[in-house]
């Protein structure tokens, strides 16, 4: 699909999307953004696109010296994890609710935690880049610091909303391992805690929407930011390691003999400083995966829908981006009304998880169809392997 340009006050807005089908609210906000005077080039809006607090999810936004958190999200750091491994399906237990339930017994779910620091268990490696990312919690901005202990107990764990745990089969009949996830609540406590700070600023204040205030390069607040930002990152990426490590550890116990590929891993709420048309900008990917040439990335479709592992293709109009998944298309008040727990077991035939109403707001038609939303970005990205989940767990 070729994207399409719209008029935004400062740069124009392209959208890998049809204008018509982006709800009014949503393309209020892309406005808003596009009016800020840091704004470079023009906004990236990808095919998941729909409403989120100061900027949409699905956008891409590079700016000049300055970073506004709400541009990243309230989830620092959220992202994706998949690993292929040599099983195939035909070794597959019969009992799939026994393997799901043995997975939820490692990695906590919604708003539970583990009793002690999980990581201390893990493998040596991986237990001491953990811990030297914690040794750094007392560099944070003081309004975190009682979160410490919480934050060390929720690392290798899953969080609710969204985010989820899959098993997922490939077209080869080969099993992966996926997971959707972010940085917990510390992530949300330090998002939380700078957009309140962007917005007392003097020179936010005449802006548009106050959710879009930004930090200014070389200013004190700026690099307070990026400290506690690139930490948070670094604490979600870890979070899905010590996951799949646990995760590993259900799937050795179950199948005896085993082998896993690398880790795929990408954020997609998170800032990076890129070069992009000539320039050095500061790229916000808010639901949306850096998609360079040749590089590895995922985006999952809802329950019951396909999922995909795709490569990059660098497009340089979308600042080398791709959609982070299908997108909801009903806001989660509106999907609990929608639905009755008969659709959602509708919905989620074939699949093992959760069918009760604690999950209706994620049924799958609470979301976009992901094959049209994959479609739409053809010239971002080039699927490589097809996955269908079989087991599903939600927060």
Excluded at 17 to 27: G, S, T
Excluded at 71 to 84: F, W
Excluded at 247 to 255: G, Y
Aim: net charge positive.
């Amino acid at each position: 699909m070729q994207s399409t340009l719209i008029n935004g006050a400062q740069v124009p807005i392209r959208l890998w999307a049809n204008p018509h089908e982006v709800e009014p609210a949503a393309l209020k906000q892309l406005k808003a953004v596009a009016s800020l005077p840091w704004v470079a080039h023009h906004v990236a809006v990808m095919p998941d696109v729909h409403v989120g607090k100061g900027a949409t999810v699905g956008s891409v936004i590079a700016l000049r010296d300055a970073v506004a958190p709400a541009a990243v999200g309230v989830d620092i750091g959220c992202g994706m994890a998949a690993v292929r491994t040599d099983i195939d399906a035909a070794r597959l237990p019969d009992d799939l609710r026994r393997l799901r339930l043995a997975i939820e017994a490692r990695v906590p779910v919604g708003r539970a935690h583990h009793a002690d620091p999980a990581w201390e268990q893990a493998s040596g490696e991986l237990s001491e880049r953990t811990a030297a990312l914690m040794r750094r919690f007392a560099e944070l901005d003081r309004s975190v610091q009682r979160w410490a202990g919480r934050a060390s107990r929720q690392l290798g764990s899953l969080g609710g909303g969204n985010h989820f745990i899959e098993l997922c089969l490939d077209t080869t009949d080969k099993l992966w391992l996926m997971l959707h996830s972010g940085s917990r609540h510390i992530g949300a406590a330090l998002a939380e805690h700078h957009m309140l700070l962007a917005r007392r600023l003097n020179h936010n204040q005449a802006l548009e929407d106050p959710d879009l205030a930004v930090f200014l390069s070389g200013t004190p607040q700026f690099e307070a930011y990026r400290r506690d930002l690139y930490w948070a990152q670094a604490y979600a990426a870890l979070n899905r390691e010590l996951m799949l490590e646990r995760i590993k550890s259900v799937i050795k116990k179950t199948f005896k003999r085993v082998s896993f590929e690398p880790a795929i891993s990408c954020h997609h709420n998170y800032v990076a400083e890129e070069h992009h048309f000539g320039e050095d900008l500061l790229v916000t990917r808010k639901g949306a995966i850096r998609a360079g040439l040749g590089e590895l990335g995922i985006i999952p479709g809802s329950m019951g829908a396909r999922s995909f592992i795709v490569r990059g293709l660098g497009n340089p109009l979308s600042f080398e981006s791709a959609s982070h998944g299908a997108g909801r298309r009903m806001s989660r008040t509106e999907a609990r009304k929608a639905f009755s727990v008969g659709d959602l077991q509708r919905q989620t035939a074939g699949v093992e998880c959760r069918k009760d109403r604690g999950v209706l707001d994620e049924a799958p038609k609470a979301y976009k169809n992901i094959e049209q939303v994959m479609a739409a970005q053809s010239d971002l990205v080039e699927v490589i392997t097809e996955l269908k989940q079989i087991i599903c767990i939600k927060g």
